[in-house]
Nanobody, 122 residues
Framework: QVQLVESGGGLVQPGGSLRLSCAASGSIIRINHMGWYRQAPGKEREWVAAMQSGGNTNYADSVKGRFTISRDNLKNTVYLQMNSLKPEDTAVYYC????????????????WGQGTQVTVSS
């Protein structure tokens, strides 16, 4: 089994900052990609940011320059530093990880976190 535990969401005023964390644990032998998605009420889930195992990062245009994704490979943890937050950033944020398990080391599998609420409001 693989578990993703997210933390760091909350209520923040416009212009404020939050840092999300997502820790992967369980039978993971190697993590490939780690990323973040978000889903606002009444909208489709959308991709926010991603980081490959080699360190390459990509961002959605809507968050570029404001959000920073990073990862700690020793802790199997991915972070999302969110600065200059806007009301339109309000959503449930989900981490997404893909990699390989001890029990099936040749098959790429992916997992989702449970989601953490981020609300930007004055």
């Amino acid at each position: 089994q693989v578990q993703l535990v997210e933390s760091g969401g909350g209520l923040v005023q416009p212009g404020g900052s939050l840092r999300l964390s997502c820790a992967a644990s369980g039978s993971i032998i190697r993590i490939n990609h780690m990323g973040w998605y978000r889903q606002a009420p009444g909208k489709e889930r959308e991709w926010v940011a991603a980081m490959q195992s080699g360190g390459n990062t990509n961002y959605a245009d809507s968050v570029k320059g404001r959000f920073t994704i990073s990862r700690d490979n020793l802790k199997n943890t991915v972070y999302l530093q969110m600065n200059s937050l806007k009301p339109e950033d309000t959503a449930v944020y989900y981490c997404h990880v893909d990699g390989f398990r001890w029990t099936n080391p040749t098959t790429l599998t992916d997992w989702w976190g449970q989601g953490t609420q981020v609300t930007v409001s004055s």
